[in-house]
């Protein structure tokens, strides 16, 4: 089973970068299962529905998040309205959508998604890792093919989540700091992994923002308004295979699709 997962889609150029590139990377790799981050697609902060149904539309099955799915509150509503749209499973029960998707591959595979947020620098939520194996032990043993979007800022939180869960999950990817790490690698008990997948968006930028703008709140620590970045535009993404008999991924490479020159 070939998996594809997109690093966040930052604004208007992250998703015109899929929009005019993910057909080719479909024709080209025939994946089984497309996810995709998508907490900053609209003006680099939130999703709106409109464009989780551009998403869908596109092919991309599954659309994960993080800290930042709030930040529209047209969205609220539209979590519970849509399955496939996921927010952090551990952010209390009383939080609009949910966290976990359970579902089948148009060859009829089943499988589960998960999005889970970590805790180190990041809002207060509830143990990543003990929601996660609620969930595990929630899914018991016939859904060998399971996915996690572990959204995290401390690199050491999301290895220690991806060997917390070696062996138990198919694949942890690590999203939220926009920087796409070199250290994919299949775990000892099967569980691909990577601290994080990187970025769809503008790359002559600071995580997807105007340069300028972000050098200067550094320097006179002053509020500011953030400001997509245009140039430089790139898809990082990684290409998983699962052996659906198992749930062990056979395979983990990281993808960078070059959209748009400096």
């Known amino acids: ?8 889609i930052f604004g208007r150029p992250g998703r015109e970068a899929v929009r005019d590139h993910l057909p080719q990377l479909f024709e080209e790799k025939h994946f089984d299962l ?13 999703v709106t529905p409109s464009l989780a149904a551009e998403f869908f539309d596109l092919g991309i099955d599954i659309l994960t998040s993080g800290n930042h799915i709030w930040d529209r509150k047209e969205i609220l509503g539209y979590l519970d309205r849509e399955p496939r749209l996921l927010r952090p499973a551990n952010y209390p029960d009383v939080a609009p959508g949910r966290g976990v998707f359970i579902g089948e591959t148009r060859q009829q595979v089943p499988y589960a998604v ?12 509830d143990c990543p890792f003990r929601i996660g194996q609620q969930i595990l032990d929630d899914l018991g043993h016939t859904t060998k093919v399971i996915l996690v979007d572990f959204h995290a800022e401390a690199t050491a939180e999301k290895q220690a989540l991806g060997w917390y869960l070696d ?8 999203t939220h700091t926009h920087v796409a790490t070199a250290d994919e690698r299949i775990l000892p008990k099967g569980t691909a992994y990577i601290s994080d997948v990187g970025m769809t968006g503008p790359h002559d930028s600071i995580i997807g923002v105007e340069t300028d703008i972000i050098k200067a709140k550094f ?17 990082n993404a990684v290409e998983v295979e699962v052996d659906v008999e198992t749930g062990q ?12 020159s400096t």
Not at 1 to 8: S, V
Request: one cysteine or more.
């Open 167 to 174: 062996g138990s999950v198919s694949a942890v990817f690590g």
């Open 219 to 235: 320097i006179n620590q002053l509020p500011v308004r953030f400001e997509v970045a245009k140039y430089n535009v790139q898809i």
């Open 1 to 8: 089973m070939r998996i594809l997962f997109l690093g966040d």
């Open 114 to 125: 998960i999005n889970l947020q970590g805790r180190v620098f990041m809002p207060c939520t």
């Open 249 to 260: 991924s056979r395979y983990i490479e990281r993808l960078l699709v070059k959209a748009q």
């Open 34 to 46: 497309c996810l995709a981050n998508v907490e900053n697609a609209a003006g680099g902060r939130g």
